[in-house]
């Protein structure tokens, strides 16, 4: 088997941050998966290669055309590397979607200011970064598709203070607005997914240690209460969201969000 | 798994009058080529029985009739007809609206109570009947279709309209959060400037009949250049309707290429 789909067929990806903390589906593996699934080749970048590992067994499953570069994409110079590649590699980019980041707990009082700096840079700065190399490329290829992966933590508290995360996730969906509407009457549509508390491989390999003191049923409970829902979604749902925004069916969307919170923000109760 | 195999889809406004594709024609179709078995209604009975003609030249499965779903009457026999035909609801487009201009002023109290009928009434009847049979089934979706006017001022004078859909999502939303423990989903799609047969009855409410000039007009208020059509409406309620947003609710998808990201 090929693939399952054709949705993307032909298309080239690049996915920032495909590998995984953990073994289960984390946002950036999920989307991997799903967009080979539809036909796109997946130029997969992490900064650790190994964590890519299952991404590119999951994928190559079914036959897909996948290719891992290591990459951190906090480095201007190092991202020009990755376009380069990506370019010798596949000849194009279509699709790009930014899903790198991770909060560090706190308020302003607790949170350091070189961990504010560092909560930027990895949020938001690494957005604008990719955007910076890439959108060259689509404007002279007439069109693209940016799928950014925010957060609800962007919109509103969502039970543990990160106020670093927080602002620059809000940061993350008004750059595409904002660069949405500037590069709309070009063909690049921006637009951004906002995944509320799903249950991936960061709850149980980080969050529960911040949090609950690495109790994960603690946390997946308290999690589970926040959300109308009966159960917490995963990575699935997020490439789900970020498949079709990044598809032709979504061809008149840009500059507005998905969020894919189990209906989280719709109630604070 | 965009695939609605085996489910029935409930469509409110599923016709267009004459030739062309209206958001609710474009809905239906799109469900009917996904598996889904298609009950619609329309005001306009022989609109109706286009969208189905179609959807069964093309080998699928419909059925329509005539209703008004502002009465709570029409809405009963709609239900009833559509669990009698297909035995199931596993969808429930609620399509059904229409602006009128004016502002608190120049609009007569008729007019109000008639846009909230048709905006937002209509949808509180279809949920009312049809909630019940989703929550006995344990799932279903709802998708309401609203508009961007509800959201902000779009450039012309209609604030029964605005108000009328932005009512519409609040009761999609919050619905949405009280079904959604019995596997209820609940979400809106927000269309934002489209070219639809519908641009021709606006044009002459709101633009004294200067088609070309309303169309120019439309075109260019849109940041990508152009207005969308039905067909993009009817892929985020596709979306929306089907099993790979099973994990969203309560929830909107702003479809207008832009429009509501700018104040330029």
């Known amino acids: 088997m090929q693939h399952t789909g054709n949705r993307l067929a032909g298309k080239v990806a690049i996915i920032t941050g495909a590998g995984c903390v953990g073994p289960g589906w ?4 999920a989307m991997a998966v799903r967009f080979a699934q539809e036909g796109a080749k997946i130029f997969a970048v992490d900064k650790d290669m190994a964590s890519m590992d299952e991404t590119l067994a999951r994928a190559r499953e079914f036959g897909a055309d996948i290719t891992p570069y290591s990459c951190d994409v906090t480095d201007s110079n190092a991202i020009e590397g990755l376009v380069r590649e990506c370019l010798r590699h596949y000849q194009t980019i279509d699709i790009l979607v930014n899903n790198v980041g991770g909060p560090t707990p706190g308020g302003p009082i607790k949170l350091t200011e070189e961990q504010w700096d560092a909560q930027i840079d990895i949020n938001l700065k690494t957005v604008f970064l990719m955007c910076k190399h890439v959108m060259p490329i689509m404007e002279k290829n007439g069109g693209g598709s940016i799928v950014n992966i925010a957060s609800t933590s962007g919109i ?21 607005r904002v660069a949405a509407v500037e590069y709309a009457s070009k063909g690049i549509r921006i637009n951004s997914v906002l995944p509320g508390q799903l249950h991936t491989p ?14 994960i049923d603690a946390l997946l409970k308290k999690r589970q209460a926040r959300i109308p829902l009966p159960f917490m979604g995963d990575g699935r749902d997020t490439a789900n969201a970020a498949l079709f925004l990044a598809s032709d069916e979504a061809r008149f969307v840009t500059g507005t969000e998905i969020i894919v919170d189990g209906g989280m923000s719709a109630r604070c109760d | 798994m965009l695939r609605l195999d085996g489910k029935v889809a409930l469509v409110t406004g599923c016709g267009t009058k004459g030739d062309g594709w209206g958001n609710g024609k474009a809905i239906a179709v799109l469900l009917a080529r996904q598996g889904a ?10 609109a109706a029985e286009q969208t189905k003609r179609v959807i069964e030249q093309e080998g699928g499965e419909a059925d ?14 709609l239900v009833e007809a559509c669990m009698k035909r297909f035995g199931r609801i596993d969808i429930l487009i609620n399509n059904v609206g229409r602006s009128e201009p004016g502002d608190p002023v120049t609009m007569a ?66 619905t949405a959060v009280i079904y959604a423990p019995k596997g209820v989903r609940l979400n809106t799609v927000v269309p934002g400037l489209m070219f639809t047969p519908l641009v021709q009855r606006l044009a002459d409410k709101y633009a004294k009949g200067d088609f070309e000039g309303f169309v120019a007009h439309r075109h260019q208020q849109v940041p990508m250049g152009h207005m969308g059509e039905a067909w993009d409406v009817a892929n985020a309620v596709l979306f929306l309707s089907s099993d790979e947003a099973k994990y969203i609710t309560g929830q909107e998808i702003v479809v207008d290429g832009g429009i509501t990201s700018a104040t330029r």
């Open chain 1, 156 to 176: 509103r508290f969502t039970g543990a203070p990160a106020v670093g995360y927080a602002a620059a996730k809000a940061g993350v969906i008004q750059f595409g």
């Open chain 2, 64 to 77: 329509v009739m005539t209703a008004n779903v502002t009465q709570s009457r029409d809405v009963k026999l």
């Open chain 1, 202 to 215: 960061l709850v149980d390999a980080i969050l529960a240690k911040n949090q609950t003191g690495g109790d």
């Open chain 2, 109 to 174: 109290e008729e007019t109000w109570d008639d846009q909230m009928d048709v905006n937002v009434k209509s949808a509180y009847l279809m949920m009312k009947e049809v909630l019940p049979i989703m929550e006995k089934q344990g799932s279903g979706a709802v998708v309401s279709i609203s508009s961007v006017a509800g959201l902000m001022y779009i450039g012309k004078p209609q604030v029964a309209y605005a108000a009328g859909k932005a009512a519409l999502m609040q009761l999609t939303k919050t």
């Open chain 1, 26 to 29: 984390g946002n950036g593996r």
């Open chain 2, 37 to 46: 078995k298609v009950f619609g209604c329309d005001l306009d009975l022989e």
